[in-house]
Every structure is written in C-alpha cells, then in structure tokens.
C-alpha cells in the first residue's frame, strides 16, 4: 500500500516548533544532586475497607514527615493526617485510628540534645470519623488496640511526662541526689460511638478478645507499695463496664490469649519475688464462671518432664473449638554463681569439634536459646494434665490453624546439624504427633527439603531436594505416595545453576477439607489429590506454553500472619482465582483469571510494561487496590472493580517531571561461547545517539526480570544508585549472569565482558569510558574482572571475597556459620572442598592475580560486616598498594555488609559520583581520591571536592 501525506506550510511549521520546543524541556531539566534524597516519596502501606468505600494510604519520603490520606474509590479525599503511623480501621468501618509520630525535626533535636528516652518527642493518638471527616487527637499517647473482629471499643495507654526530680535541700543542708520518677502510664478504654471513656491507672498491658466484648489488663503496682495489693491481671467487661480483679499479684503476666468464643481466657506468669534469678511461669487459665483464675499447669503438673517448666517465651493459644489449649514448655535453665568474683575468673568460649554448631553460632543465636520452649498441650475442661508435643531430640512442632485435629507436625535434625558447616539445610526426620496422647509416628526420614502439614491436619506432604519430588503421607492411613510421579515437567527449580540440588516452586494451598493440594512447576499450577489418586494441570500448560509465571493471588488470608500458622493457605476453588503473570520473554507483569475447579487456559485480565505490588481486595465488594510501577512512573496507588479500568489515588513525586530521568529497555546479546544474553540497558532522558556516553556495569547474578521495576534515587548501602548515575549523563548496563560450577569469575567474563563489548559497538558508546560496580557476590565479580581485563577505566567493589582459601574457612559474624557451604553448594559454585580441587579456589580468588590490575578501584569493607570479612577488603587493598596500583578503601566505622546507616549511605554515594566523574568524565580529583583524608583530619575534613 502506498499511502502519501500533504501538510501544508502552516503544520510543518507548527510540527518544527513543537519538536523544537519539547528537546528544550528535555534539554532544561537538570540532573539529580545529593539535595533530593530526603523527599523523594513512596506509598509506604495502603489498605482497603472491607465494604470497598474507603481507602487509606501513607505518603512517606525518604526522611523527613510521613502523610496519610483518607479517600474513596472514586478519590474523592476525606482528610489527611500529618505523620500518621499504626493505622487501622475499626472494625464496624466507622472510623479510622492511627497514632501521630512526633514532627522529625524534633526527635532529631531531641537526638542532638542526647535527651533520655523518657524525655523523647511522644506520639499522639488520631481517631477519624468516616463519615463526616471529623478528627479528634489525644496527645501523650503510648499505644493503641482494637479488637481483631469486632466490637467499637478502642484501648490506648496515655504516658504523662515524669515527675520532676526533689532538689529540696535536707537537715544537712545537702540537696539529695535527684531521683528521677517513672511516667505514669493510663489505660484509656474508649467507646468511639458516644466517645464515652473509662480510665485506669498503672497499666502497662492490655488485650481485647476477638470479639471486642471483653479486655484483660495488667495492673502494676502503686508506688511504695511493696505488697502489690491491687496488682495483677483485670478482665473488663465492656457491655456492663466491670472490671474483675482475676489474677492478683505483682508479677510477669504475658502470652494473653482468648478462646475464640471469648469465654476462656489463658495466659503465663511469674509471681516470684523481683530480685530472683530464676523466673517460674505458670499457666493460669479463666473463665467467667470463675472468681480467679487458676493454675493448670507448671512445673509440677502431671505430664510436665522433670526439672522442666511453663515457658514465658512460648505463645499461648486456644484450639479453634477451645477444647486444646497450647503453650511452651522448657528446661529450666541453670543459674549463675552470683558470689564469684568476676575478674578472678576467665572469659572463654571453648569449641568442641562435636558441638551441633560452632561456638560463634551458639553465641550469635544465644538469646533465642535461651527462649527455646518446647509444644505442649492441655484440656483445660478436663483437668489438669500436659501432653508434651516436642523436646529437644523433636524440637520443632506445629499445628494447624484450627488446632481441632488430633496431629500435630513435626520434625527433628538432631544428630545431622554439624553438616550445616557445609550444606545448606540438615536433613530431617519427619513425625506425627498426637494431641491426644503425645505418640509419635515416624512418617519418613532423612530428608532436606520443605515439609508442610495439610488445613485439616490429614497429611503432611513435603518436597525432597535429595530426588526432586513431592511426597504426601496420609497420617491416618499411614501410607505415602509420591504425587508427580512420571510427569513430564520437573518441579524442581530449572534455573538452579548452584552445585546444589535444587529447591521446589513451592505450594499455592489447599483446597477444603484436604482434597487437592495445588503445587506451582516454574510456569504453571498442578492439583494433586493427596492420596494419590488424581491430578490435573490447573492452568492446562498455558504457562509453559507461553513462558507465563502463574502464581495464585492470595486476597482472603488474614494479614496479621494468622492465618498462615499451620503452613498452609485454604483455597476456595468455587469462586475465580487470581493469578498473577509474569511474561519472561518480554518481562511484562499483569494478572489472569481461572476456575480452580476446571483445567483450562487461564483468561487474560491486564498484562503490560509494569510491576505491581501492595494488591488488596476488599473483603465484601469487588474493590481491588494495588500500586503500579515502572521505570518511569513511581509506585502510585490505584483501585478498579475489574484490574483493568482504574483511577488513580495519588500523585507522588511530581518533583521527578523537574529532573532528567530516564529510560529502561531490555538489551539481548550472544556470548563469545554462544550464549544468548539478556541484560537491562538504562539511558538518560535526554538521550542524545549522536554523543559518547559513559558505561556502568551494575551486576549481581540476574536482574533483568527487573525491566519494569522503579529505581528511586535514595542513597545507595553500597550499590549502585542507577536513576542517580542515568540522571546524570550515564549509561548504565545490569547484565544478567549465568554460571558454570568451578568458574563463576570466567562466568562473570562472559557475560559481563560481553555485555559491555557489545554495547561498545554502538556509536553512541565511549568505549574507552567503561566502569564496573558490584556489592558484596557483585563486589567478588568486579575485583576478578578486573585482574582479567583493562577494559574498565573504573572498577567499584563493595564487600568483596578476594581470597577464596582464606575466606573458606572463615566466619560470617553476623550468623556464626562457616562459610564452607557458601562456596561449595552455593554462591560461590566451587562445588567442591578446598583440599579437592584447591586449583579452583585459586583460579577464582582475585588476590592471586592482582599483578594484572591496572583500573584504579574503590574498595568498601567495613569492619562490622557480618557477612563477607572486612579483611577480604585489607587483603585486596594492602596487596594493590604494594603493587603500587591505584586503590582506594572505605571502612565506615561499626557498620554492616551493607550500609544502614543513612549518614554513610549518603556519604558513599557522593564519593561514587566523585570517583567516577573523575575517571569517566576526566572531572578533577576531589582530595579524598587526590591525596586522601589523613586519620588526624577525620571528622573534621571528609575530603569532598566542591
């Protein structure tokens, strides 16, 4: 078809000055500084009303003072509330409540003035009413509760400022030292409909039943009182206002649960006397029909081991018929010898090869052994009696959601934990355990992989890494049967490229009663029947076929984590599912619909070029919220009826529209070996084809699926901040990598190199302005390139292993594991001992090839990290200098892997651009890079240029 266009003088002139004019806004907008960090926004929690009417979320910059806005679907807004955090809607959907955080510049005043936590900025309490925008605020405010279900009835606790100290001289004319009184704390329990209140002082905790008609409280005692008469637990009825005195005594109270009717109460204390070193809970039970509650279990209740205890630490929780009541069970610890003399006696760890887990594990995990507690289960309406569930050779136990069937799931690694040294996971035994009468039946052994108990407590079913399968186990029958045997597709996952076997997709949940358990292969969802008898393909392939991720939307789970306690999430296969998309051709993102019931393709809703995250759905009306991203466009929250048409709620970052930004675009090459390559190719907004840019390589292991995702400019842990260095006249590659076992450096050399030599074809590519940045694994990757390569005028290496023969054996602090395993099974991919193939370890251990180096490289290795060893970075450094290369080390004093906090963060991303500017762009050295920042000018001159 030959098609022909006419314009007339008048258009082509108007088409010229358009054009003319939108090159001079590119070309206006300036580039990103160090200013704009702080306020740059992100909607940091949003949520849905169960009714679909109302919608909040919170607007919150980087630093500085959050927002939240009240609106509905349509945007109509209703009120805003300044740094507003903790926020919930009641539960008749009346009225919205949230606390009010104190204005930053004053906690950071505060901070300067090292003032004492008691003397800090406090917050306030907001309560908000729907329906007219009416707002009321309480100040002095501690924290707040409402009932999970029920109720309109609030409870917070008011924190008056402490009494002033007594400097009143005495007889001796000596004015006694200040004693400083502790902040009265007092319950409030509000009444939002008629905003009727009742008060009570001394309370320091407070817990509402589900249904919102009763709340128990803990009551500290009056001060000078060292009897406690009016201490204790206090259950209030909110219908006839009463509260009843039901526990009495100073004392811990802790682990309050309420049955699910609400009309048994549990809870643990200890009653022992303040200054002793050995804390004895107990487990007290209540009901109405009582006028205090009872002991049913401690140290000497039948049942209990000897020299055993109730834990404090243990979560307390009723059955979901309240017949079982579940809680934790210890040993009791041993107490240390208060009379020795501390400096006469030695400070030593000692190791012993057949320890479970190295010393530095121990002490890294130390407070949480000291709160181990064990499962253990009474009937509380049958008397007193406990059934233990685990010990310490079954240490690990779980229960369903509903508790009402007989077996609890458990498992055991006992014996097998030493091989953690150098694997990831132990394996494990796996039993059944009853609830009835704490038998155990051994349901199969040695296994690694994840294992998971069925809603209903009829099966375990667990995926073994050792053979790749899934097994289901009927406890009741007492037989298993291995689910996807002779299936076409594997479940195992196809991308592993580890020395390691392979980890499970894992399960989408359960249908009702146990009759179909969905599990995800890469692409697509399969049910099971878990006896083995049936199975289909959910999605019919389509995934597969078409290289779609589906993954089942969970919108019905409770989001306080509840309902995920037993493992397992109950699918209704009646009503249409959600599935969320992911297109791995295109990198697209989207979601499609399905019947859970029947096999068929799953029908396309919206699939395009964004990210999406936060979805929500209301509870009782097709009302779905969600934030949608790209490169481009920040996360803002919609909301439709149908995922598709949408309004949009809010509008952050306009500032952005000021600054020249950029593009993301997904780039494909070929390897030297053949490989095909993909990588994301990100370019200034005002990307000009006919100058020579600059190039960053910013790599980790893959990144590309991240085509679509927003790249805020905040101040980089150590990474590169890409937005920053595109804004700023950069190119910036995040190749993807793939790696072969026992050459993972040779395997950042094909792709990484590859990458960039492709794009130094390109005429708009200033190939001798080429550079590296990589933390951490991204870290080990640049110091190897560039001991391979003088193609970088540049090379940035965050935490970076530099001695793999070294770091072998070494420790991460921060966990206390040897990282053996790292480097046999995992990132690292030697795949193999060092005292195998040490061949290995020294081909793919930069610091034996630092004479090659000639690109000037910042290091940072801060001497805190608990993950890679700052030594990694004192090796590579100290053997550079010596070998007189140009190399740079930043050690931010008491700091992690990655930088927390954000004085550093900001500090580190301006000496990037510096150093880069300098090597890349021929900008002069600023003194830090010049002539360095000699020890007596620390803190007094950080070596910026201007």
Known sequence: MNTQFHFTMQQIAIFFLLFFVTNVVVAQKKPLDHSVYDGWQNISTSAISKDGHFIYYIISPQEGDAQLVVTTPSNQQLGRIDRAANVNFSPDEKFLVALIKPFYRDTREAKIKKKKPDEMPKDSLAIFAL???????????????????????????????????????????????????????????????????????????????????????????????????????????????????????????????????????????????????QKAFSLYYYTQGQDTAIIIADRHTNGVPQQWNVSGEGNVRFSKNGEKLFFGIAPIPAVKDTTLVEFEHAKVDVWHWQDDYLQPQQLANLRREQNRNYLAVTYPKKGRKVIPLADEQLPDARITEDADNEFALATTDVGRRIETQWQTGSRQDIYAVSTVDGSRKKIAEDIRGTVSLSPAGNYVIWYN????????????????????????????????????????????????????????????????????????????????????????????????????????????????????????????????????????????????PYRYGQINRAKDADFYSYTKENYVSAPDLYVSTDLVKETKLSAINQQQQQYNWGTAELMKWTTPKGYAAEGILYKPEDFDPNKKYPVIAYFYEKLSDGLYSYLPPAPTPSRLNISFFVSNGYLVLA?????????????????????????????????????????????????????????????????????????????????????????????????????????????????????????????????????????????????????????????????????????????????QLEFFDHFLKGKPAAPWIDKGVPAVMKGIDWGFGN
């Open 131 to 277: 329906a007219t925008s009416g707002i009321e605020k309480i100040p002095l405010v501690k924290s707040y509760k409402i009932p999970e279900e029920a109720g309109n009835h609030i409870a917070y606790i008011s924190e008056q400022a402490p009494a002033l100290p007594d400097t009143t001289a005495t007889d001796t004319g000596k004015a006694d030292k200040p004693a400083r009184k502790k902040a009265q704390s007092t319950l409030h329990i509000r009444n939002l409909t008629d905003g009727e209140e009742t008060t009570i002082e001394r309370v320091d905790g407070y817990y509402f039943s589900q249904d919102g008609n009763a709340l128990v409280y803990v009551r500290t005692a009056a001060e000078k009182d060292s009897i406690g008469a009016d201490a204790g637990l206090y259950y209030y009825d909110l219908a006839t206002k009463e509260s009843r005195h039901i526990s009495h005594g100073k004392g811990e109270y802790k682990n309050i649960a309420f049955d699910e009717a609400a009309s048994q109460l549990a809870f643990t204390a200890d009653k022992s006397p303040e200054k002793s070193l």
């Open 465 to 608: 890494r050792l053979d790749a399968n899934w097994y289901s186990h009927d406890i009741q029958r007492g037989n298993t049967v291995l689910l996807n045997a002779d299936l076409p597709v594997s479940f195992a996952d196809e991308d592993n490229d580890v020395p390691d076997e392979p980890n499970g997709y894992g399960v989408a949940g359960w249908s009702e009663e146990d009759e179909e358990v969905f599990i995800y292969d890469k692409y697509d969802i399969w049910a099971f029947h878990p006896d083995g008898s049936e199975r289909r393909l959910v999605t019919n392939g389509a995934g597969r076929s078409n290289q779609i991720t589906f993954r089942y939307q969970d919108l019905e789970s409770d989001r306080s984590g509840l309902f995920r306690r037993g493992g397992a999430t109950t699918i209704d296969v009646k009503k249409p599912w959600i599935l969320s998309a992911f297109n791995h051709t295109t990198k697209e993102n989207g979601w499609y619909t399905t019947n859970g019931r029947n096999n068929h393709d799953p029908k396309d809703i919206i699939i395009g």
């Open 735 to 911: 190749p993807d990598i793939r790696y072969e076992t026992g050459h993972p450096g040779q395997s950042a050399e094909e792709f990484v190199n590859s990458g960039m030599e492709a794009l130094k074809a390109q005429p708009w590519v200033d190939g001798e302005k080429m550079a590296i940045q990589g933390q951490s694994w991204g870290g080990y990757q640049v110091a190897h390139l560039i001991t391979r390569t003088n193609m970088y005028a540049a090379a940035w290496a965050g935490a970076p292993v530099v001695n793999m023969t070294s770091a072998y054996g070494g420790i991460r602090w921060e966990s206390g594991m040897n990282r053996q395993f790292q480097y046999e099974r995992t990132q690292s991919r030697i795949g193999a001992t060092l005292w195998e193939n040490p061949e290995l370890y020294i081909e793919n251990s930069p610091l034996f090839h630092l004479p090659n180096v000639t690109t000037p490289v910042v290091i940072m290795s801060n001497d805190e990290d608990g993950a890679v060893p700052w030594y990694q970075g004192i090796e590579m450094f100290t053997a550079l200098r010596r070998l007189q290369k140009p190399v740079w080390m930043l050690n931010y004093n008491g700091e992690a892997h990655n930088l927390v906090q954000r004085q550093n963060r900001k500090d580190i991303q301006r000496r």
